[in-house]
Nanobody, 115 residues
């Protein structure tokens, strides 16, 4: 069984930065694709960024150049560094792990960007 626990969310002013953390239990982290998704009020959950077990990354166009996803397989942790935050980045951010077609989700962490 895989459990994902996010942390690092909070409130920040526009232009600020936050770093999200997702710690995974279980033994499949290092051989899985992991990522971050977000869901704003009244909107569908959307992809933010993913990173494969080999380190290949993919980003939503809206966050390219501002967000960076990374992972540490020795710590079973995936990170999301968010810079130059905008009000439209406000959402609940969810950690995701995908392995052999099965998806696992964390409970989410709130990110609020407001002046």
């Amino acid at each position: 069984q895989v459990q994902l626990v996010e942390s690092g969310g909070g409130s920040v002013q526009p232009g600020g930065s936050l770093r999200l953390f997702c710690a995974a239990s279980g033994s499949i982290f290092s051989i899985s694709t992991t990522g971050w998704y977000r869901q704003a009020p009244g909107k569908q959950r959307e992809l933010v960024a993913t990173i494969t077990r080999g380190g290949s990354t993919n980003y939503a166009d809206s966050v390219k150049g501002r967000f960076t996803i990374s992972r540490d397989n020795t710590k079973n942790t995936v990170y999301l560094q968010m810079n130059s935050l905008k009000p439209e980045d406000t959402a609940v951010y969810y950690c995701n792990l995908e392995f052999q077609g099965r998806n696992y989700w964390g409970q989410g962490t709130q990110v609020t960007v407001s002046s």
